[in-house]
Each structure stands twice: as structure tokens, then as C-alpha cells.
């Protein structure tokens, strides 16, 4: 990982740069490095990125859910000290950071969401075998993007890792009920934080109409298409993200 993971109380979170709170809330399989690209360039334009490490799998079952990881993301926010923040989140990410904006508007001045569940219900589950063999895991760790080099051997084991391991799989399954249960679609239009929706336009985790139905249910959006690109645009096309992303920041005075 290219930045210092820092251990204060019970959170463990990068934080890199001074300036605005950029929050960034990783997906179920992504770990924090996947945004390092992000990281290093908005922490010079500005911003103060910080990436918590969230309690995926360290919460008991009872609060494995996308609710609890919002209320979770409200006590670090309170812990650092902070008054308004932007929240950038990546599938699961985008989901926990939807659900906050919903129980806690006032804290949040924009969201950014990307490959976000909140919508598709096969976005989180479903697609994670029981159990498999390490060719069946890198062909589904692969499929999560447009180009397969990017599923590095690094992503494929911690992905097989995971789903052999019983604790994180029974975790898991529990957080997919869970996004099924905290469909987005009835909260959307009473939303008014400024939103900016990434998206690949070949995603096949959350397709491309998950983003137009975000754009059509959220009243103040922004939605911008990457091209060859899968579940993980920061990961893939990062250069056009930050561009696309740092546009829309200046666009909207943040």
C-alpha cells in the first residue's frame, strides 16, 4: 500500500493531504489501496483524503448490515472531528455512503458514487460461490472488470481467501441480504445532496442502467460514462476518474 494506514481507537484509516474531507468508503472486496490513484492526486488539489477501513467482517452478525456500516461512518466522521465531508464510494462503498447521506444529510456536502449498489439487487450477492477453486475465483475476479490484467494475483487471492474462509463467507452473505433489504429507490428522490455518478459503461456487476436509474431517481446528479471499463473505474481508467471527478468538484465549488 502506498500510504500509512494509521490506528487510533478502534478505526484504522489512510488519511493523506490537508483541505475539504474527501471520505472514501471502500466496496466488500476492495481494499483501500484500490484507491491510491484517487489518494495521491486530490490529496495535492486540496482536499484531505481519508479512507476508513471498514468493519466488514469484524461486526458481529447482528450488525452486518449496510445500516450499521452507516452508523459506523457517522461515529468516525464525529471521531475525526468533522463538520461536513464529501463521501466517494465504490459498490458496497457507494451504498453505505448513500445510506448515510439519507440518515444524515446535514453532514454531507456531495456524494460520489460508482459501480454503487443500492438499486440492483444481484449487485452484492449472489455471484460469490460457497465454496470454489482458485481458476473459478480468478474468472469471477476478472469478470469485475473490463480488462481481466487488472484482477491482479493479489485481488484474486484475497478473493479466494475470503470465500474459503467460513466466517467471512457467512459475513458476506449476510451483507448481500442486507443490500437487498436497503433498496435505495423509495429514499432517492428526497435526496438533494449534489451527487456525481461515475460509471463504466461495461459493467457487469452494476450495468449501465443501475447508473441511469440513480441519475433518474436522485434530483441533483451528475452522470458521467467511462468506456472499456468494468465494476472499478478508479482501479481501471484512473486518470479519466480523477479528471472527470476533479471537473465536477470545480463545476460545483467543492
Known amino acids: 500500500m ?7 481507537k478502534d478505526y484504522r484509516y489512510i488519511e493523506v493531504g490537508e483541505g475539504t474531507p474527501i471520505i472514501v468508503l471502500h466496496g466488500l472486496m476492495g481494499g483501500l489501496s484500490n484507491f491510491d490513484s484517487v489518494t495521491s492526486f486530490f490529496s495535492t488539489k486540496g482536499y484531505k483524503v481519508i479512507i476508513p477501513e471498514l468493519p466488514i467482517y469484524s461486526m458481529s452478525l447482528l450488525k452486518t448490515n449496510v445500516k450499521s456500516f452507516a452508523k459506523y461512518l457517522k461515529d468516525f466522521i464525529d471521531f475525526k472531528g468533522l463538520d461536513s465531508v464529501i463521501l466517494l464510494g465504490n459498490s458496497l462503498g457507494g451504498h453505505i455512503g448513500l445510506y448515510h447521506t439519507k440518515l444524515y444529510p446535514e453532514k454531507v456536502k456531495a456524494l460520489i458514487i460508482t459501480g454503487s449498489s443500492g438499486l440492483y439487487e444481484s449487485a452484492m450477492g449472489g455471484s460469490y460461490p460457497k465454496r470454489s477453486d482458485y481458476e473459478v475465483i480468478k474468472k469471477k475476479a476478472q469478470d469485475v472488470f473490463y480488462d481481466p490484467a487488472v484482477a491482479t494475483k493479489e485481488i484474486v487471492d484475497e478473493v479466494y481467501e475470503t470465500v474459503n474462509d467460513r466466517n467471512k463467507l457467512i459475513k458476506t452473505l449476510a451483507i ?19 451527487t456525481c455518478i461515475i460509471w463504466g459503461k461495461n459493467d457487469n456487476v452494476t450495468p449501465p ?4 436509474e440513480f441519475h433518474d431517481l436522485l434530483p441533483d446528479s451528475d452522470l458521467f460514462w467511462i468506456d472499456k471499463c468494468g465494476h472499478a473505474a ?7 476518474f480523477n479528471s472527470i471527478l476533479n471537473k465536477w468538484l470545480e463545476s460545483r465549488n467543492f
Open 176 to 194: 448481500a441480504k442486507s443490500a437487498i433489504r436497503h433498496n435505495m429507490a423509495k429514499d432517492l428522490p428526497n435526496m438533494n445532496t449534489p
Open 209 to 212: 442502467e443501475v447508473a441511469d
Open 2 to 8: 502506498a500510504h500509512l494506514l494509521r490506528k487510533e
Open 234 to 240: 478508479m482501479m481501471e481508467h484512473p486518470d479519466e
